[in-house]
């Protein structure tokens, strides 16, 4: 089991960029999938990214089709991040956003994730 936590919210204008962190406590961290959520106001938890852990036979990274082309995801097992870039922020992307890790693999689905952080709130102003 991983403890997450989120950092790296803020409040920023239309066009900027923000980069999310979410720092992970436990073993065998590689092995997890990592993902990111967010959950805007009167709106469901949905998908953004996920990138995968060790267990597959290649990392690669899912966008949802809203952020794909202005986020990125990226992984440091070693210090045990894994980080969100968000350029071209627009203010639908405002919400709070959530760090998700699974032992093994993880898809788009929110409920293939056993593990969550608390979330950071991004609000990005017209």
């Known amino acids: 089991q991983l403890r997450l936590v989120e950092s790296g919210g803020g409040l920023v204008q239309a066009g900027d960029s923000l980069t999310l962190s979410c720092t992970a406590s436990?073993?065998?961290?590689?092995?997890?999938?990592m993902g990111w959520f967010r959950r805007a106001p009167g709106v469901e938890r949905e998908f953004v990214g996920r990138?995968?852990?060790?267990?597959?036979?290649?990392?690669?990274?899912e966008y949802a089709n809203s952020v794909k082309g202005r986020f990125s995801i990226f992984r440091n097992n070693a210090q045990q991040t894994v980080t969100l870039q968000m350029n071209s922020l627009k203010p639908e992307d405002t919400g709070i956003y959530f760090c998700?890790?699974?032992?093994?693999?993880?898809?788009?689905?929110?409920?293939?994730?056993?593990?969550w952080g608390q979330g950071t709130q991004v609000t990005v102003s017209s």
């Open positions: 990138i995968t852990g060790a267990a597959g036979d290649s990392q690669y990274e």
């Open positions: 998700a890790g699974n032992y093994g693999y993880a898809g788009s689905e929110a409920g293939s994730y056993s593990d």
């Open positions: 436990g073993r065998a961290f590689s092995m997890y999938a």
